[in-house]
């Protein structure tokens, strides 16, 4: 099982430039999660999901959006990067009744 | 809304020591969840204890422990005899077992453990 993988772990953007950041899990999770962790602090989440179809906004959703249109993948789109989305994201994924998250390695993010 | 304190910021021990880490929450939930994870320097977050809200037994696995303490509010974390392998920043993290929010974790800010040969 290869668990939860994200893809790119690191990346260098210019100002005003877009991407997505993927996530894709294994283990047939209902639940997904973004997150962002700034330099010595803790997570943010950003959005979530419930299930396909199904994405919330979480903590700090500005200029970040997300689909769901299946149970595997939960892609994070970056529009219009500006050096304040410099950081680690991080995607994870839970199961509905346990909800222990299990996260991917993350993705090191530099907008300049 | 829920809240989760981890007051300590950081910690430093030497190699051997035991060592507390304190959780503390607040939630009107009746029904949840509280975890502990581990990030290690290498970055990763890795999950290491789920506890019920109905199941206030303590847990040991090997040199880690925890105690769940409902009267207090507090979910704390020890380490027995510790070594530097267990230098990471922990976090602990409370959930809702059923509603609207469930499975969406409120984490601390986390604790700092610095274990020094």
């Known amino acids: 099982n290869a668990g939860v993988t994200q893809t790119p772990k690191f990346r260098i953007l210019k100002i005003g430039q877009s991407m997505t950041l993927q996530c894709t899990q294994d283990m047939n999770h209902n639940y997904m999660y973004w997150y962002r962790q700034d330099p010595g602090m803790g997570l943010k989440l950003i959005y979530y999901s419930v299930g396909a179809g199904i994405t919330d906004k979480g903590e700090v959703p500005n200029g970040y959006n997300v689909s769901r249109s299946t149970t595997e993948d939960f892609p994070l789109r970056l529009e219009l990067a500006a050096p304040s989305q410099t950081s680690v994201y991080f995607c994870a994924s839970s199961n509905r009744g346990a909800y222990e998250q299990y996260f991917g390695p993350g993705t090191r993010l530099t907008v300049t | 809304a829920q809240k989760v304190t981890q007051a300590q910021t950081e910690i430093s021990v030497v190699e051997k020591e035991d060592v507390t880490l304190d959780c503390v929450y607040e939630?009107?939930?009746?029904?949840?969840?509280l975890f502990w994870y581990k990030q290690p320097p290498s970055g990763e977050l890795v999950f290491l204890i789920r506890?019920?809200?109905?199941?206030?037994q303590n847990e040991i696995s090997g040199r880690y422990s925890w105690n769940f303490q409902k009267s207090t509010s507090s979910f704390n974390f020890t380490i027995t005899a510790s070594q530097v392998v267990d230098s990471a920043v922990y976090f602990c993290a409370l959930s809702e077992a059923v509603g609207a929010n469930a499975g969406k974790s409120t984490f601390g800010d986390g604790t700092t453990l610095t274990v020094k040969p």
């Open positions: 506890r019920n809200s109905f199941d206030e």
């Open positions: 939630t009107r939930d009746t029904t949840y969840y």
